[in-house]
């Protein structure tokens, strides 16, 4: 059994602390949310703990996570260590480690994947920082992994800010996935060859080269909406497939899927697009091609 501070206790925290206190381990967590904090304030939760201290924060990438590093730094003491497991960007990693690291604080950044469904099925985690602290959190991972072989559902990726770069490739993979799915679903329901498309997707779940969790995931929407026509095509991101897209520039690697998955999310949120305007209007100029007027 260990004991861990758990800040943030929203749709991810929340469920890790169940899955952790599940696993015998005692989490203190911490939320602005009254309603499921176990303490008033960071400085309650870090004297709630035995040191040497192991805090993770779980809390939205970006400057509430830097902040949350920040007054970390100020609270714990030399031997403890902070575990980034939101999705943070991993160039952030190197600042947050070096921060603590000037109190001899100890750092790793752990991607983790499975969203809602961890709780149940544990979480895939990949890991960036020191073996030995890798060591020390051992049984924390092993709690949130999913059970079976560890090294299946958790890899030490590297130095810090390997965990959330693995993260970040998952991300963009996981972009362009969904949108082969997509693309695939809206073929099958615009052509009407296949008469019923839910369940032909739902014969694609067992033995074919396609099946996948987010293979089941689709069949679970369209079991509750057949044509998912309850929904807005709008999609939004945060992050992951941007940064995954900045890397594949200065590596100089083609990613044309998980481009074109990342600009077909900014599509779907365009009720207007000046660029298609501006198409409509060139075919028009040089062909005389018909056009649409607003409101005609
Ligand atoms: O592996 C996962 O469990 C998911 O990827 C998870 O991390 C989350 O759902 C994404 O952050 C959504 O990312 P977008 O908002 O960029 O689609």
């Not at 921060?99 to 750092?107: F, R, T």
């Not at 067992?206 to 293979?215: A, E, F, I």
Request: glycine share 12%; charged share 25%.
């Amino acid at each position: 059994m260990v004991q861990l501070g758990l800040i943030g206790l929203g749709k991810m925290g929340f469920n890790m602390r169940e899955r952790l206190r599940a696993a015998g381990h005692e989490v203190v967590g911490y939320d602005r949310n009254p309603d499921v904090t176990d303490t008033t304030s960071l400085e309650d939760l870090v004297s709630k703990l035995d040191a040497p201290r192991i805090v993770w924060i779980m809390v939205p990438a970006g400057e509430p996570t830097r902040q949350t590093v920040t007054e970390l730094s100020n609270l714990l003491a030399e031997g403890d260590m902070v575990i980034d497991g939101g999705n943070s960007k991993y160039t952030d990693d190197k600042l947050n480690a070096d921060l603590l690291a000037a109190k001899n604080i100890g750092y790793l950044d752990c991607g983790v994947s499975g969203g809602v469904w961890g709780k149940d099925n544990g979480y895939g985690l990949m890991v960036g920082g020191a073996a030995a602290d890798v060591e020390k959190a051992m049984p924390i991972f092993d709690a949130l992994r999913p059970e079976g072989p560890r090294e299946e559902g958790f890899s030490h990726a590297g130095d810090v800010g390997a965990g959330h770069y693995a993260k970040m490739i998952h991300n963009g993979i996981e972009y362009g996935m969904m949108q082969a799915f997509a693309e695939g679903f809206e073929l099958l329901e615009a052509a009407k060859v296949v008469k019923d498309v839910p369940a032909v997707i739902k014969g694609w779940q067992r033995g074919t080269v396609v099946r996948s969790w987010l293979l089941d995931l689709l069949v679970r929407a369209l079991d509750e909406d057949p044509e998912l026509d309850d929904l807005e095509g709008y999609v939004e991101d945060s992050g992951e497939g941007r940064w995954t897209l900045e890397e594949a520039i200065n590596n100089a690697v083609p990613a044309p899927v998980i481009s074109a998955a990342l600009f077909a999310r900014f599509a779907s949120r365009q009720e207007h697009s000046a660029a298609m305007r501006a198409v409509a209007a060139l075919r028009n100029q040089f062909g005389g091609h018909a056009v649409k007027k607003v409101g005609g």
